[in-house]
Structure formats: structure tokens, C-alpha cells
């Protein structure tokens, strides 16, 4: 599967923003983070994302300082433009 009908079939998966991460991968997917930018070479798809079982990890959350960084176990960090429209119109 290419990154770019991975990257939509985890959008389709994602909870959303708080809730409990359910490992969709659609946050990686879409944009490495700052850390993951340091091991990825630029316009690559991020080098410590993994996918087991049908579900993506993050390699460096083993470390804990970086899970730390990352705000691993925190629930769900990434929003979609849509999810951003909702908070919006909800105000
Ligand atoms: S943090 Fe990333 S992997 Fe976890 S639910 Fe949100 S978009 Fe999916
Ligand atoms: S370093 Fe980890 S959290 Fe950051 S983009 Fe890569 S896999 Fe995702």
C-alpha cells in the first residue's frame, strides 16, 4: 500500500483529538514530527514509525525521555482540518 491510501485509511480509523490513541498512524503518517526529523531524511516517510499488527508505533517511545517529548499515552495529539472547523462553528 502506498503512504498516501495508508495515510487515508488511518484517517478514517482516527479517534478524535484527547481521545485514547488507538494507533491509526494517521498523525505520523501525514507529517513527521520534530524528533522524527532527526533520524528521517527530508520529504521521507518518518524512519521510527513501525507497523505491527495493523496498528503504527513509535520506536523512540521506548526511550523515556522522548515518549516524554512526545506525549506518548497522553490520547490522541493530532487534528484534522475537520476536526478544527467543528471547534469552530462550535464556539
Ligand atoms: S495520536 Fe496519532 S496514532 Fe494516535 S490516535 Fe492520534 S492520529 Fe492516531
Ligand atoms: S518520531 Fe515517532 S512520533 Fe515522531 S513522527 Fe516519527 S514515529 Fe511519529
Known amino acids: 500500500m502506498n503512504i498516501e491510501i495508508e495515510a ?3 484517517r478514517m480509523n482516527k479517534p478524535k483529538m484527547d ?5 491509526c498512524g494517521w498523525c505520523c503518517l501525514t ?3 520534530a524528533l522524527g526529523k532527526l533520524f528521517t531524511p527530508e520529504g521521507e516517510t518518518c524512519t521510527q514509525l513501525v ?3 495493523g496498528k503504527y508505533y513509535c520506536k523512540l517511545a521506548s526511550t523515556a525521555s522522548y515518549a ?8 490522541c495529539n493530532a487534528i484534522t ?7 469552530l462553528l462550535a464556539v
Do not use: S, W, Y
Open 8 to 10: 487515508h485509511v488511518a
Open 19 to 23: 481521545a485514547p490513541c488507538n494507533h
Open 31 to 33: 507529517e513527521t514530527c
Open 51 to 53: 507497523k505491527q499488527d
Open 68 to 75: 516524554a517529548f512526545l506525549h506518548i499515552g497522553e490520547g
Open 81 to 87: 482540518v475537520e476536526e478544527k472547523l467543528e471547534m
